[in-house]
């Protein structure tokens, strides 16, 4: 879910704010996790996300910032990225646009 504004009259220029949110599943291993017993192979658990950021829509050009959290069930805190915020960043070009 978005919300998207137009920022220009003359190009094709927008802001758009999303807000995700959804299931996932994560990857357990000796490396990520502090479990009681050893892992011999990755394990998956499902687990919860959410996520928010700016998009900037200049023409043919994008870029974004994304920032959120993930919730591993289980295991819960012995997942070292339970609950940690995160982020990352985005840099798109449209190579055809559809009329």
Do not use: C
């Amino acid at each position: 879910v978005g919300v998207t504004k137009r920022l220009s009259k003359a190009k094709e220029i927008f802001l758009t704010i999303p807000v995700a949110a959804g299931l996932t599943f994560i990857n357990l291993n000796d490396d990520n996790t502090f479990l009681d017993r050893a892992i011999q192979e990755t394990e998956v658990v499902p687990g919860l996300t959410w996520s928010t950021g700016l998009i900037l829509q200049l023409e043919k050009y994008s870029l974004g910032f994304m920032l959120g959290k993930d919730y591993a069930s289980d295991v819960g805190n012995q997942w070292n990225y339970h609950g940690r915020m995160w982020w990352s960043f985005g840099i798109g070009f449209t190579f055809v646009r559809g009329e």
